[in-house]
């Protein structure tokens, strides 16, 4: 945590309101196109919703921004569950966004092909095969936190967690449905990292993050960048 800066919240309201404007500022902030990852889960959901309503819908230049996906469960794009989904529902649809500019996670064929389909496109946009700490692919990448202490899809004990050179990966075990996730190499190339912890469930893993535990997937992440925490009192703990 020495390398972290957190901010404790009062409530999950609070938490989405101070998320959603710090977006808003890292965007404005970007100079050319900002590049995004969006998580699932339901502070994310709270946070996009107030960036498509008044007043930081006017703030986000929408016209530069590109927007891609950490995780996503292998369902259609239109299921409840779907990552992308909701983050249309939210966010996407009420925003003068290019359409050509929201790559989501595909969910079609069979996991394996499509994290390499994903993984293809995010190095064509890149321009190479390889991060380069001093050109971060994304300019913020949002994160969750499981109770169990998993970020992204990559859960505790899956050999996902020892990926270094594949960018995206399938999940097929531990979860009841199969996923797709960026691993820890494009995830660090970010000049931003921030969790979003909300709800006391979270206590427990932050508490042994801050006592410097290195095991929890989401201790792992190291940006080349900055990495911010952003909990509510619940998910801070005593």
């Not at 409840?80 to 790559?103: K, T």
């Not at 992440?221 to 509510?232: A, C, I, R, T």
Request: charge should be negative; hydrophobic fraction near 40%; proline fraction near 8%.
């Amino acid at each position: 945590m020495m390398h972290s800066h957190v901010e404790v919240l009062a409530d999950a309201k609070a938490l989405a309101e101070y998320a959603a404007k710090w977006l808003v500022e890292i965007a404005r902030q970007t100079r050319g196109i900002c590049r995004i990852a969006l998580s699932g889960g339901s502070t994310p959901k709270a946070m996009y919703a107030l960036l498509a309503a008044e007043p930081l819908r006017s703030r986000m230049p929408w016209d530069r921004l590109e927007l891609f996906w950490g995780d996503e469960r292998f369902v259609p794009p239109d299921d409840q569950d779907s990552n992308y989904h909701m983050a249309y529902e939210a966010l996407l649809a009420h925003v003068p966004i290019d359409a050509g500019r929201i790559h989501r996670m595909p969910t079609d064929g069979t996991p394996d092909d499509a994290a390499r389909r994903y993984e293809a496109l995010l190095k064509q946009i890149y321009g190479a095969d390889r991060p380069d700490p001093g050109r971060p692919f994304f300019d913020a990448q949002l994160l969750g936190m499981g109770g169990d202490g998993h970020t992204a899809s990559l859960l505790p004990g899956e050999p996902q967690l020892d990926e270094r050179v594949r960018w995206v990966v399938p999940v097929t075990k531990g979860r009841p449905e199969a996923r797709l996730s960026l691993t820890f190499p494009l995830i660090d190339s970010s000049r931003h990292v921030v969790f979003l912890l909300s709800g006391s469930e979270k206590a427990a893993p932050f508490a042994r993050i801050r006592a410097g535990d290195t095991e929890l997937p989401a201790a792992k992440v190291n940006p080349v960048g900055e990495l911010h925490w952003f909990v509510d009192r619940a998910a801070f703990g005593s």
